[in-house]
DNA sequence: GAGTGGTCTAGACCACCCC
DNA sequence: GGGTGGTCTAGACCACTCG
């Protein structure tokens, strides 16, 4: 029983853009091509541009062609928690301060949530995001410094770690943890709260195809921010 | 430009399920069976029962047929959040303590969740679930009790509000909203806890195809509860 | 008009399940 | 063996986009 063919079709897709040869954007073989090259018929062919567009990979346009999806796009979980997109839905103007940026050797936490050696090279930046200018989110961000060398030289007032992230490689993969916690001393100062204050805190961290890339916390204060989502059942 | 044939068909399967005409388990018609009735090839009636599989609403099995899915397996996030299965999962014990269940009457805030007038019958239930013996989550529900008139005869020491509500009828749709909230002086006496403690707070909503079913609030202590994804791209 | 994706057909072979 | 779903073929017609 060998794989099937829209299968290997299928992988050889994924593999051209997980391994970012094919970048965002980037036209892929038509049906027809495709059916040519692997000696399959057209519908075998379609199956496997169907399913990667299904997926969210790929985005096709009657008349135009298949393209590469893109990667900020790629996965409802991540859109659905992209702050900036989330404010400017509301109407209200995004901004963001730096607090750190540096280059720092990972603790046994980092290590452990990137998969590196104890005292590997990190990049560590913490920002405040503002909705209007009220802070509403506090983002501590450790980045795989092989991964992204050039990440400690980017301008996080004007493009988020995570918008250069995903410009700047395929994020192929995300985890996300939701918890509640506590503010301690220094997320209240941050974000200009008096305590009690209970917070939503996501942990997520996102691959590329040679590994983890980013571990990062996010903390809200919980009166201010709502995770939404519907599930739908059908169509 | 008429509706394709397979959208044609999908409708018509979906309905027999939404309408809880086919419930859980019932066997549907074959791609032959269909092809026949609707006058299309087996790979058009085929389409109509691969979606409604991708989507959740059918299981498929070579050699035996397909059948409408367990409601309560529908959607991922319904199933993320079903704290029976999770407590299981953890090889931990789950039980069940009921605080309340009473008729009442709608007041403002349940009438705007439930889509009903003010002052319409409602049933309000309020839990304690147990891992093993720690309280791990209140849950505060009101049901419209037009559309579940036996909901108020149940033990749910035995079967779980949601559980019930799933096997009675076809829940079509869900909305989730997740905060974080500190815990009010009545959650920290049912979850014996001690202030201040920040508490993961999810609201849903479920809807049949005949309205609003049920307006719930699931409290959790934020340490001992996580929730979580994952998001993969491609296969 | 040539190329693309969207739909559809009427066959085919296979692996699987149940009788 | 008969029915089921899973894969696959070699055609077809259409609507769409672009040059």
Redesign the interface.
Known sequence: MPAPKYLTI??YL?NE??SGRWTEHHKVPSENQLATQFSVSRMTARRALQE?T????LVRTKGLGSFVASFKN?????KVKNIVDEIELRGMKHSCELVTLEKRSSNPEVSVALSLPLESPVFFAALIHYQDRQPIQLEARYVNARLVPNFIEQDFTKITPHEYLAKTL?????????????ADRQVLHYLKLN???????LTRRSWSSLGVVSFTQLT????H???????????
């Open positions: 299928k992988q994924f853009i997980a990667l299904e997926e969210g990979a790629q996965s409802s979980l991540l395929p994020l192929t993969e995300a985890e996300h943890v939701v918890e509640a916690v506590l305590p009690p204050q209970a917070c939503l805190q809200h204060p919980g009166q921010y709502r995770m939404g989502s519907q599930a739908r059942f059908g169509d």
